[in-house]
């Protein structure tokens, strides 16, 4: 096998079961391993520390199969792994009312850049290391074996396949092409989503938690549920008996399945409105008019994709945190998010602190969120944890 052989003390991380080795811990590499081909990894020393698949253009040169130094990474190697994260997942792959939800989440799963998502008779999967591309047709053949479905359907995302030299892909792979929309069932809220053309794979799975909670909390409140996509919020507002609940969007399409999805949940149309707005501009003008709610919902779009970024996106979660705080009735929940990784927890927290702060309220956390329990966090890949979320309730 080839090998891969790190410089002096760059071991560490992968000692703690990292999978990811950056090109600046290289020492050499021989045998000009291809894209994905999978090589042994050592040690300054020569030790082996374990099997990983290669990435010639990637920052993250090889990405770790396994730290078992006689594991072969074959078939049944991506079986295994397969079988063990469908096996995590069993009892929310039993429940009838959850047909929508990740199967397989990359390196948390021990299966580096694999994303492979449930919903209904279709799984969709996303491929975004040079490694797993090289192994499609086989995981895409268990997966068949694993899982009945009608279609496995391929999104993968154009720019991460860049980064890794790879094309962008997206498709059949196997069975029947899945239908404009899909429907999934959650605790009983409908949602149609587009496979080929909604955000991610389809839908924001990894909220699933957090509209549960959302559907709780609205008993008999009015809520504004900005940046609303296609309503999954708003619906388990209403769900949950909410008066009634905004959506507030920018894009049109979006909006108009929210419509669809407001019509298949067969809520009375006087309960919801959905204004396609720029959320920045619409919560001024609120304040303008004096319109108040007793819930908000703010689950905007990443702000910062990079570090570089992150001040600009500071200042966007604090602003349309401080505008949102300034439209609550007294007693009202702010449900704030941010799914930037840059933006870590105690940051988030003090950008909502200070947003309440200028806005003249005063307010308590009452939940912490994150990601939903099927997006889990790997204990030696805390990269994994992007989407922090606060409910405050506000005096
Ligand atoms: N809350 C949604 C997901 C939100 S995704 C859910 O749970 O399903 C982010 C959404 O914000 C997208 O639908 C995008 O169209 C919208 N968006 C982005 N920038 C916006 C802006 N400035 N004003 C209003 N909507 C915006």
């Known amino acids: 096998m080839k090998t891969l052989q790190l410089n002096k003390g760059r071991e560490s991380s992968l000692l703690r ?83 929508g939800c990740r199967l397989v989440y990359g390196e948390s799963d021990d299966l580096p850049g694999l994303i492979v998502d449930r919903y209904g008779d279709y799984l969709v999967c996303q491929f975004l290391f040079a490694g797993v591309e090289k192994w499609k047709s086989v995981i895409v053949e268990h997966l068949r074996a694993l899982v009945p479905c009608k279609g496995i359907y391929e999104r993968s995302e154009a720019a991460v396949r860049a980064r890794e030299g790879l094309e962008p892909a997206q498709g059949v792979l196997w069975g029947e092409e899945p239908p404009e929309l899909v429907e999934i069932n959650e605790q009983g809220r409908r949602y149609a989503l587009s496979i080929a053309h909604g955000h991610k794979t389809g839908f924001y799975l990894d909220q699933y938690d957090n509209r549960e909670l959302v559907r709780q909390l609205s008993t008999g409140r009015s809520v504004l549920n900005c940046f609303a996509y296609t309503g999954g919020f708003g619906i388990a507002a209403l769900q949950g008996g909410a008066t009634h609940v905004l959506n507030i969007d920018s894009s049109a399409p979006s909006l108009e ?64 945190a401080l505008q949102a705080a300034a439209l609550m009735n007294p007693g009202g929940l702010l449900v704030t ?4 990784g840059a933006i870590d927890l105690p940051l988030f927290q003090k950008i909502t602190a200070d947003a309440v702060l200028d806005a003249g309220r005063q307010g308590q956390i009452q939940h912490y969120m994150h990601q939903s329990a099927d997006h889990p966090v790997g204990l030696p890949f805390p990269e994994s944890l992007y989407l922090k979320g606060l409910v405050c309730r506000l005096d």
């Open 17 to 99: 079961r990292h999978p990811w080795i950056f090109s600046g811990a290289i020492d050499r590499v021989t045998g000009n391993p291809s894209s994905g081909e999978t090589i042994r990894v050592q040690d300054a020393s020569g030790k082996s520390l374990g099997v990983a698949g290669y990435s010639p253009t990637s920052q993250i040169r090889a990405r770790m199969w396994t730290f078992t130094n006689d594991e072969v990474v074959d078939e049944s190697f991506f079986l295994r792994r397969l079988r063990a994260s469908v096996a995590r997942r069993e009892t929310m792959l039993n429940d009838p009312q959850r047909t």
């Open 337 to 340: 998010f941010s799914c930037s």
């Open 257 to 320: 399945l929210a419509a669809e999805n407001f019509r298949r949940n067969g809520f009375d149309a006087q309960r919801y409105t959905n204004t396609n707005a720029n959320v920045f501009e619409i919560l001024r003008e609120f304040k303008q008019g004096q319109r108040s709610f007793d819930l908000i919902v703010l689950d905007p779009p990443k702000f910062a994709e990079t570090k570089a970024q992150f001040k600009r996106a500071a200042r966007a979660y604090k602003d349309i």
